[in-house]
């Protein structure tokens, strides 16, 4: 198992500064100094510094960083100044409920295709396919055999894995072999790809883990919080 | 919208610290130094020893940390000693995603009941609603109405709210009502709850994100990691 890499844990505080910086600038808050945004918004302030100091200078001293201009700079350094075209390899309800969450209309992701080797669910969408959601359009769900294709025809930069365990290795290679460099994995196997290939795996235990943390020093924090 | 206290980006590199600890303790090694962890697992070594220092002196200089020693504390920590009983609100293709994700059998927590409001659903479990899965046992749905009841019979300590944005507050305020303290919120909306309730909001969409980085900066870095 490979595991974090610190830039990874750094990518993922930028994303959290930006919905802050986004929520201030729908504000018309103009400038804003890391102390400031680490109050608002329960972050810490060196933490901050750090962080932004390693992309370059965004702050000028006794004044803060320019929102809009930071805003910019992150949303930039993130690459989420266009959208990226998703596909999802599994049409379970995993799968489903990744194609009609909600957060994807408001996000630089678009989820355009569903990939399945189940007859019963391809040609269907994810609305007729299984619950509803919020998706208003649906997304539909092809045959997974012509992903090799369609990858090229749908021009997919990202796929997400939302398929069992045993399929996975299996799946990430196929999706490897189309020539996608990013995927998110959401089966809880180890994977194994090139060095040119990102493969980030999303373990749902972690996001429980800090819960229990919290239920057993109960003292350490309270507030609700966005992550 | 509050967001990520220092405190709980600290919990989830725990969590990390102590995976690579469970698969170091498998493999027979007995002790480990900060640098042999990082190098190991692809993460920072000052950063290791800051994180763990913060809880006590675990480490022997010139030797490194006992395996086994700190595995156990971290297990302590992250109050995973013992198994912690979990409610699903909304058994749509989310929550019968969750109910159904097979990490559950190896992880402290145990998925015993969904609930719902929709009569087609309730009744059924998370095996004969919707896909099966890989639970080999399915999780009962119930009327939501009964969860009050439910919650303290079922001993339920911690809830994970699959529900639409619209009624995402409204769930979250019965929940907090039948005295649940650790929720685990999947809708993308800010929820308010009292300071003595931690509510974690799951934000799929920022996973994407650190592939995105990873699009718009492929040099900075390559490997597959666990988070």
Known sequence: ?????????????????????????????????????ADRFNLNSAQIRKDLAYFGEFGVRGVGYDTEGLRQHLTEILGLN??????IIG?????????????????????????????????KTSL?????????????????????TLAREL?????????????????????????????LNFAPAQLEAPDD???KTVDLTISLESLSYFLAQPQSEGESDKS
Chains 1, 2 share one sequence.
């Open 1 to 37: 198992m490979k595991s974090e890499k610190i830039s990874e844990f750094t990518t993922g505080r930028l994303s959290i500064y930006l919905r802050c910086l986004n929520q201030l600038a729908q504000e018309g808050t103009e400038t804003i100094s890391s102390q400031g945004l």
């Open 197 to 199: 290939v990102k493969v």
């Open 128 to 148: 007729t396919q299984g619950h509803a959601g919020n998706n208003p359009h649906g997304v539909k769900i092809y045959d997974v055999r012509e992903f090799p």
């Open 82 to 87: 266009r959208r990226h075209r998703v596909g």
């Open 155 to 183: 021009e997919l930069e990202m796929v997400a894995l939302a398929v069992p365990r045993d399929t996975a290795q299996a799946a990430l290679d196929m999706v490897i072999a189309a020539g996608i460099k990013a995927v």
């Open 91 to 123: 049409a379970g309800n995993l799968g489903l409920a990744l194609a009609n969450y909600k957060n994807w209309e408001a996000s630089s992701f678009n989820v355009v295709a569903l990939f399945d080797n189940d007859r019963a669910r391809i040609g």
